[in-house]
């Protein structure tokens, strides 16, 4: 019998020198929702003066996920039911813990082993080491939901190399491990069979054990296609990403054109565009300006759609209001950002 429903989402404990914190719903692949959010902000708040602990260290239970994103499912069902104030509830909580996490005088230690995406880059690609083993997954699919990179992403995706933060946030591409470490979204490479003796060596000898674990990396698997993406993604607008795209004709442009056909057309467009802008603000405003998209895009009906169609019945067969890119009406994106 499974104990998942008896015991707590967010287990957070004192080991020696780090202070821990278990994402525990390994059944909902660690997806956060609002108690998980709040029991990490509570465990960081306690520590956050403790002398005695040096670190901290977040890890996801069940061996499958660090933690897979917020609990969409649960959202959806709050906006379809008009439940605004859950909904705001989440994302201004989730998106303060961001800011903790940024903020913390201690260092943060991520300790990746599985898939890593959305709400789960977010409890991570703020904290000074973001450990990572090779066949991790990392990615920002919001795009796929008809939502948008939150969690600090519009911040943190234009501040990676090139044009990158820009390909990952429209294509919602996925980057294993290694790779994640060469764009900037992880900071080290371990073995997956040396994640226990390292977690075992954080609590004798804090941050500094991380060294002594570090794997070098292999080659980014992207680097052959890094002139074309920053050409490509480099552009400034959505039907010039396309343009480039279509004129570039190889494998890996027809595979990205492809997945942005494949998700919310609306999404990719106010993507884009709150993207571009992240770019020259604080991660602070950045959160701000996040929150304030969320009342739009969660009321948009492509939300709802995408989510049924990922998450709830999971046919993967979304109609989107509109369907085509190039049909997006500049002014309805134009009043979503406002």
Request: glycine share 8%; charged share 20%; with cysteine.
């Amino acid at each position: 019998m499974s104990t998942e429903a008896t015991e707590p989402s967010v287990i957070a404990r004192i080991d020696g020198r780090v202070g821990r914190i278990l994402l525990n719903r390994p059944r909902q692949l660690n997806a956060l929702d609002l108690d998980m959010i709040r029991g990490m902000q509570k465990a960081l708040d306690a520590w956050h003066s403790l002398p005695s602990v040096h670190a901290v260290v977040i890890e996801g239970a069940g061996g499958k996920a660090f933690c897979a994103g917020g609990d969409i499912r649960a959202i959806r069902a709050q906006a379809v039911a008009g439940e605004t104030a859950l909904v705001e509830a989440f994302f201004a909580e989730e998106y303060a813990l961001n800011a903790t996490i940024a903020a913390y005088p201690k260092p943060y230690i991520a300790l990746i082993d599985g898939i890593c995406m959305g709400g789960g880059i977010g409890v991570s690609v703020y904290g000074q080491m973001r450990v990572t083993t090779a066949d991790s997954l990392f990615a920002m699919p919001e795009t796929a939901i008809a939502l948008f990179p939150d969690v600090g992403a519009t911040y943190m995706l234009p501040r990676l190399p090139g044009a990158l933060g820009m390909y990952l946030a429209l294509t919602g591409a996925r980057l294993k491990g290694a790779d994640a470490v060469h764009a900037g979204i992880a900071t080290h490479l371990v073995a997956k069979a040396d994640v226990a003796a390292l977690n075992a060596a954080l609590a004798s000898d804090g941050a500094a054990a991380v060294a002594a674990f570090a794997q070098a990396l292999p080659p980014f698997s992207l680097a052959g296609q890094r002139a074309a993406i920053d050409h490509c993604f480099g552009a400034d607008s959505v039907t010039e990403i396309v343009a480039r795209l279509e004129a570039d004709g190889s494998d890996w442009a027809k595979d990205s054109l492809r997945m942005m056909r494949e998700v919310s057309p609306s999404s990719v467009v106010w993507s884009f565009a709150a993207v571009r802008r992240g770019a020259a603000m604080t991660l602070g405003d950045a959160l701000a300006a996040e929150l304030k998209l969320t009342r739009t895009t969660t009321q948009h009906p492509d939300f709802a759609e995408g989510v049924r169609a990922m998450l709830v019945d999971k046919d993967r067969q979304p109609k989107w209001q509109p369907a085509r890119i190039e049909d997006v009406d500049p002014a309805v994106i134009a009043a979503i950002l406002a």
